[in-house]
Nanobody, 123 residues
Framework: QVQLVESGGGLVQAGGSLRLSCAASGRTFSSYFMGWFRQAPGKEREFVARISGSGGFTYYADSVKGRFTISRDNAKNTVYLQMNMLKPDDTAVYYC????????????????WGQGTQVTVSS
């Protein structure tokens, strides 16, 4: 069992920045492929970014490419999402998720989820 806890969400003006953190329990964090997803009211959960266990490979949704950066610090059992140049369309609850072998952009492939943190971007 892996416990994930997101933090760092809040209210920010368009064009601003925010850094989300996801703290994971357990001693095998480095073996997990991690991802960030988001869900806006009335919409389906969508993929944002993912990162390999070592941190050597990353992949982003087209909507956030060039603005968001996913990273991880395995010594701290933490994955981050640096969000720059935020837009109102980025407003959503952001979730971190983990899976074992292999990378994926599909939420159904992830077995572990955090509780989510709200990000609100004003105009």
């Amino acid at each position: 069992q892996v416990q994930l806890v997101e933090s760092g969400g809040g209210l920010v003006q368009a064009g601003g920045s925010l850094r989300l953190s996801c703290a994971a329990s357990g001693r095998t964090f480095s073996s997990y492929f991690m991802g960030w997803f988001r869900q806006a009211p009335g919409k389906e959960r969508e993929f944002v970014a993912r990162i390999s266990g070592s941190g050597g490979f990353t992949y982003y949704a087209d909507s956030v490419k060039g603005r968001f950066t996913i990273s991880r610090d395995n010594a701290k059992n933490t994955v981050y999402l640096q969000m720059n140049m935020l837009k109102p369309d980025d407003t959503a609850v952001y979730y971190c998720a983990g899976k074992t072998i292999g990378g994926s952009s599909y939420a159904d492939d992830y077995g572990y989820w955090g509780q989510g943190t709200q990000v609100t971007v004003s105009s």
